[in-house]
């Protein structure tokens, strides 16, 4: 799993007194450490498998007086968003987490926290949606929510997660926009990983304390959530919609200076051997790194493949993409979730639709695998990479494709 | 060119789009939806105050002499005050056109 | 008895406080009774409060963009969610305070307009999870015994027999088969301190009970009987005579329950057993030392459109039904009456 260290032996010394940072932690437990690190004030969730983890610990660190929060124990979904609307309302730095059928029951709540600016920053640790009721990992939670109007991450290892919750609540509160940061449910929330925590006095700096000008103060009384009359309703989504887009930016940047603090680098659209590649799958979440061994193994057999991640993926990050996407000649983009009845996946979709803003054309593939945490492995994936070969010259039969289906 | 277009520029929109002058409603007038005004006769008026208490729209004001005053500009004409009063000091009267 | 509650003096007419926190130039209905209760509660609580309204006739009369007539801050997330939405304030309030970024000495009351519908139907597990888990604010639910908001459709609120656009009163069904849900019910099982009907009928009585309602920390609920003659089917004028009929003809009696303990506010028509000693352990929370003679219900119906074709039966039903309730009533606050 951690490439680095494997590609790095022996180490010099400043490097492995880097590792000596990284200790091992349950990824659940290290966002909720991370969260806690941010000072955040009013924790409201429910609990769902497999989120459960990182809010038992908030409240562990809550009640151990670790962690100077309200942690509200709300009794639904609907409950913990509303709760966070009312808590960032009054400027609160605020944090909940779900999955699957919690974020649907969430749903409504969803728009109109994105559309009252309120900064609030969610993980969702991405769980299939019923029916049939399957608690286990792929993204079909996460891709209901694409129109809501919420800035959506997406994390692929510990570290990631971990890095991802700093910068979810140092754009929130820039932008004035909720932040979704999306964790693979089991295969990341609940593995050990060798996970660094950035020092206290950085995280002070990198996420400074939460400064709101429109909020509920009887100093300051304003009106919130006023009724959008069709005089006004148009004008207030395009104001929406131009905030999200100028969301961009300040992301943009807030990974910049992430880099400048850490050393890490994170871009809204990440590449793995990309240079010179002919051929590209497009996958988001932990299965990526599987495939980074299918295109190792592609390379060594001399095939010019390579691997295209989404970090960012609303505002969706369209230059980015056409840039990353070079002079391949075929896409195959690896879906985790249903669209039923549509012309593809859900990335799929958005990816045809992307590539029709430019003039590269590479032949796309769509392919949905890994529904409710069923096994991709490496072989897999270089069976997919074969699929997307074919493309090139053979037109798939049909817009999408279920893999891995039994007959 | 579009035939229908908004009320103020979505640049000119507080973010959320809140409204942020409070009780500026003031500036609406409901009192063109009155078929009825209220008229107080101030031989009986007790000054004790229930109009201005019951009043759904906030309309009564007591002035200099303490006698509590309707604001035409808000008054629905909706007649409560009329039926409240103690000592019927308020009749309802129909708005000429 | 609640400390909170030791000392207090109630509003008269000649002390009522200046403040206005709802104005003028709102778009409720002429004499609408759901506005009342929120112009008197206001007064009371301050500038020192932060609303919450659930959507319904309050939140879209006062909120049409660009005007606004409330003159503290206000927000509205949906529909059934305001008890929610104040968990989340009351929170952030508590943490913020705790962390010194507001002043430890403001108290800033946390308050929730709802109407019938949002608490009685869709809200009633927001609103039972924020009573659970003990937040410091006052709920108010404005009850005008329907979704009048969207066409007077039905909710477990309205009453036996009633007319609405969902129940209407047909050839072969007539009106509301069910009888009115009884929420005081539910949420004094949930022992909050502090739970009260009011009525705008009795306007100093409402507002001595947000009063003590804020005063007390905890949740607290209000049930307030908002009349609204456009559902109803009553004349504009009548509408504070009716809310007033209601009480006198014991449909929606004025009681208390601090604490678990029951005292009834008016009694109508009945002398509890022992009148006299009982109005000298509670007398403070009686409204007059007096019985109010009993008014039958057809005073009450015959005033409302929407009761027009209640047949002598269902009336009678509505009778008895309504004077078994009201004793049940006595009973509880003869023996789990107020203790000083």
Redesign the interface.
């Known amino acids: 799993m951690r490439k680095e260290l494997v590609k790095k032996i022996p180490l010099s010394i400043s490097e492995s007194l880097k590792i000596k940072k990284k200790i091992g932690k349950e990824v659940s437990v290290a966002i909720a450490e991370a969260v806690a690190q941010c000072k955040v004030d009013v924790i409201s969730a429910y609990p769902i498998t497999p989120q459960t983890h990182i809010v038992e610990h908030l409240a562990e660190l809550v009640n151990n007086g670790e962690l100077e929060a309200e942690y509200i124990p709300v009794e639904s979904e609907h409950a913990a968003m509303s709760a966070c609307i009312g808590a960032s309302a009054t400027s609160a730095r605020t944090f909940t987490s779900t999955s699957s059928q919690g974020l649907l029951l969430m749903y409504e709540n969803l728009f109109i926290a994105s ?4 900064p609030i920053v969610m993980v969702i640790v991405n769980r299939s949606i019923s029916a049939p009721i399957n608690i286990w990992n792929d993204h079909s939670d996460v891709m209901t929510m694409r129109d809501s109007g919420w800035i959506t991450t997406f994390a692929e290892n510990g570290q990631e997660a971990v890095d991802l919750i700093y910068h979810a609540y140092r754009v929130a509160e820039k932008a ?1 926009l909720p932040v979704a940061v999306n964790i693979d449910g089991f295969t990341l929330s609940h593995v050990i990983e060798p996970i660094e925590l950035l020092d206290q006095e950085l995280v002070d700096k990198y996420v400074p304390p939460l400064r709101m000008k ?1 909020k509920l103060d009887p100093k300051n ?4 959530g ?1 009724i ?1 009359v069709p ?2 309703y ?3 989504k ?2 929406q919609d ?2 999200l887009n100028a969301s961009y930016r300040i992301i943009v940047n807030a990974w910049k200076e992430f880099e400048k603090l850490t050393g890490r680098r994170y871009q809204p659209v990440e590449t793995y051997q990309m240079e010179d590649a002919e051929v590209a799958l497009l996958i988001m979440g932990s299965l990526a790194e599987t495939a980074m061994n299918a295109v190792d193994f592609l390379r060594k057999k001399g095939k010019k493949a390579g691997l295209i991640r989404f970090r960012l993926w609303r505002p969706f990050p369209l230059k980015d993409f056409l840039r990353a996407i070079g002079k391949i000649r075929a896409l195959g983009v690896i879906d985790r979730a249903v669209s039923h009845g549509a012309t593809g996946g859900p990335v799929g979709i958005e990816v045809r639709s992307a590539l029709y803003q430019s003039n590269k054309r590479p032949k796309v593939i769509n392919f949905i695998a890994g529904l409710g945490q069923r096994d991709v492995t490496v072989e897999d994936f270089i069976e997919l990479f074969e699929r997307t070969y074919e493309a090139i010259s053979k037109k798939p039969k049909f817009s999408y494709e279920i893999y891995g289906v039994k007959e | 060119m579009p035939k229908d277009e ?6 000119k ?18 009192g063109d ?2 078929a009825f005004r209220p008229v107080l006769d101030k031989e009986k008026c007790i000054k ?3 109009c201005y ?2 009043c ?4 009564y004001k007591r002035d200099e002499e303490g006698y509590y005053i309707s ?1 035409p ?2 008054c ?5 005050c ?3 009063c103690p000592r019927r000091a308020i009749t ?1 009267v129909l708005e000429e056109a | 008895m609640r400390p909170e509650l030791k000392d207090f003096k109630g509003f008269n ?1 000649k002390n ?1 406080p200046e403040y ?1 926190g ?7 209905c ?4 759901t ?2 209760p929120v ?2 509660a206001l007064k009371v609580l301050g500038p020192n409060t932060i609303a919450v309204s659930a959507t319904g006739c309050i939140e879209i009369i ?2 049409p ?8 801050p206000w927000i509205h997330v949906a529909f059934e969610n305001s008890a929610s939405v104040a968990s989340g304030i009351e929170a952030a309030l508590k943490v913020l305070k705790r962390k010194g970024k507001i002043s430890k000495r403001e108290k800033i009351n946390v308050v929730v307009f709802a109407g019938d519908g949002a608490t009685f139907d869709i809200g009633l597990q927001f609103l039972s999870g924020a009573l659970e888990r003990g937040h410091d604010f006052i709920y108010i639910c404005l009850d005008n015994e329907a979704y009048m908001n969207t066409g007077v459709q039905r909710s477990s609120a309205t009453p036996f027999g009633a007319h609405t656009t969902t129940s209407p009163a047909g050839k072969v069904i007539k009106g509301q088969v069910t009888w009115k849900k009884d929420l005081m019910g539910i949420v004094v099982a949930h022992n909050i301190p502090y739970a009260a009907t009011a009525s ?1 009928a009795f ?1 100093i009585d409402l507002m001595n009970k947000v009063k003590k309602a804020s005063l007390i920390t905890g949740p607290t609920f209000l049930h307030i009987f908002s009349p609204c ?1 456009t559902g109803w089917g009553c ?7 009716v809310a007033k009929l209601a009480v006198e003809t014991r449909i929606f009696p004025l009681y208390e329950v601090i604490d678990g303990r029951y005292v009834i506010n008016k009694f109508i028509g009945h002398t509890p057993i022992t009148e006299k000693s009982l109005l000298g352990k509670y007398g403070k929370y009686v409204l007059e030392k007096r019985v109010t003679p009993q008014k039958p219900v057809e005073e009450y119906l015959k005033l409302q459109r929407r009761f027009r074709h209640l047949t002598p039966e269902q009336i009678k039903f509505i009778q008895k039904r309504v004077d078994e309730e009201y004793e049940k009533l006595v009973k509880l606050s003869e023996y789990f009456g107020i203790e000083e």
């Open positions: 559309a009252l600016r309120l004035l429109y009384p304003i009106t919130m006023a959008g005089e006004i148009t004008e207030a395009k104001a131009e905030a | 908004g009320l103020i520029s979505w640049k929109l507080a973010p959320g789009m809140f409204i942020l002058e409070p009780g500026n409603s003031t500036k609406f007038k409901t939806w009155k004790c105050g229930l208490v019951f759904p729209d906030l309309c604001n500009y808000y629905k004409g909706c007649g409560i009329a039926q409240i309802m | 007419l009522l206005e709802f104005a003028s130039g709102h778009r409720a002429q004499g609408c009774g506005v009342l112009k008197l006062s909120s963009f660009p005007y606004t007539s409330w003159r503290v705008p306007p003659p004349k504009s004028e009548d509408s504070i005579l």
